[in-house]
């Protein structure tokens, strides 16, 4: 599988809100799922949102439930992460990749493949 193209980003205020984009056109899998991660400096990768693409079911680490959305555009071929309610531990680099076993529920990182290239959120202070 071809590695996902992101966009979006871009420095922000704390408590203001972002939208990252996750195109998956070159995936040909036919049910899969789309996770979304962050690294901050000095930190290890973490998970942060999933949705299948197939039936849209979702599944969010605790410390952004609540706060950010992920949503898929079929037609469009794109998964969204919108951020919202930003807080001084969400800048970090984020990842979107792919789990072919479509398995948002367990969301165990080591399924995830074809990485996107990365997205800087900087939150300004």
């Known amino acids: 599988q071809v590695p996902l193209v992101q966009s979006g980003g871009g420095e922000v205020q704390p408590g203001g809100s972002l939208r990252l984009s996750c195109g998956y056109s070159?995936?040909?899998?036919?049910?899969?799922?789309i996770g979304w991660f962050r690294q901050a400096p000095g930190k290890e990768r973490e998970r942060v949102s999933c949705?299948?693409?197939?039936?849209?079911?979702?599944n969010y680490a605790d410390s952004v439930k609540g706060r950010f959305i992920i949503s898929r555009d079929h037609t469009k071929n794109m998964v969204y992460l919108q951020l919202n309610s930003l807080k001084p531990e969400d800048p970090a680099v984020y990842y979107c990749?792919?789990?072919?076993?479509?398995?948002?529920?367990?969301?165990?990182?080591?399924?995830?493949?074809?990485w996107g290239q990365g997205t800087q959120v900087p939150v300004s202070s």
């Open positions: 990749a792919v789990d072919p076993w479509n398995s948002c529920p367990l969301f165990e990182e080591e399924e995830f493949e074809s």
């Open positions: 070159g995936i040909t899998l036919g049910q899969f799922a």
């Open positions: 949705i299948s693409v197939s039936d849209g079911s979702t």
